[in-house]
């Protein structure tokens, strides 16, 4: 079904996801525009068909629609200037997405634990125009266990599954904040966590999904 919505460019995919119904937001639609997908694969000939494609180390970019429903899901708190944080960042895809909505006055970290995949990421940024965000540390791609976290996220989107809500990442949403993450083992749901202004956290689940585990790292 999803398939339907291939293209030959960015620009058309996203098009096309739009009038199937898979891209509901125009900022979001707007923001994944200026992201071509052909520098985030390893092979460009299927770059702009809406599946997910193996990138290495047992790690797949996700399907686009799977980047436009987590992206529409936090798009609230993506907000010019917002801190943001994508774990599990694989091609580097996503962070480029949040990196165009919350702007150069917003802050995105990328933490992967695959230092290879790190490195390639960093390079699929830079060909995607995205360099200068780099070097002036909008945009920070960095090795480590996602199941750490980083402080004060106002948007944590989760790219891997966990089997359970890890604590760590709720503790460290912002007041408000939202955390998209997949989670379970054999059978997954995507939860929405949300923190209010007053530090009351709530969840909620969203639709069943079929994500790679969030792991230790295997050497
Ligand atoms: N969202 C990314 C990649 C999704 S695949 C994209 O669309 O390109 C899931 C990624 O999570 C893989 O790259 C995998 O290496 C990473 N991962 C798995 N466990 C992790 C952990 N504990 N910490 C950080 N990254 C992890």
Redesign the pocket.
């Known amino acids: 079904m999803a398939w339907r919505s291939s293209g030959s460019s960015s620009a058309e995919l996203i098009s096309n996801m739009m009038r199937h119904g898979l891209v509901n937001s125009p900022r979001v639609a707007e923001a994944m525009k200026k992201v071509d997908r052909a520098n985030?694969v390893i092979d460009p000939t299927y770059a702009y068909e809406d599946s997910p494609q193996p990138?290495g180390?047992d790690?797949?970019?996700?399907a686009p629609h799977m980047?436009a429903h987590a992206t529409e899901n936090l798009l609230p708190l993506l907000k010019p200037g917002a801190k943001v944080l994508?774990?599990?960042?694989?091609?580097?895809?996503?962070c480029a997405v949040f990196h165009h909505l919350v702007g150069p006055t917003g802050r995105v970290v990328g933490?992967?634990?695959?230092p290879e995949?790190v490195d390639w990421s960093v390079q699929n940024l830079d060909r995607d125009g995205l360099g200068a965000a780099i070097k002036g540390a909008q945009i920070i791609m960095v090795a480590?266990?996602?199941?750490q976290g980083f402080p004060r996220e106002d948007a944590i989107h989760v790219?891997?599954a966990a089997p359970r809500l890890p604590k760590a990442l709720v503790d460290q949403l912002a007041s408000p904040g939202r955390m998209f993450i997949p989670i379970g083992t054999l059978s997954q749901s995507i939860y929405q966590v949300d923190k209010d202004e007053h530090g009351n956290v709530t969840q909620k689940e969203l639709f069943g999904v079929m994500?790679?585990?969030?792991?230790?790292r295997r050497i």
């Open positions: 985030y990138i180390y790690a797949t970019i996700s980047h994508d774990i599990g960042s694989g091609s580097g895809y996503l933490l992967e634990h695959i995949l480590g266990d996602g199941r790219g891997a994500y790679v585990p969030l792991t230790d």
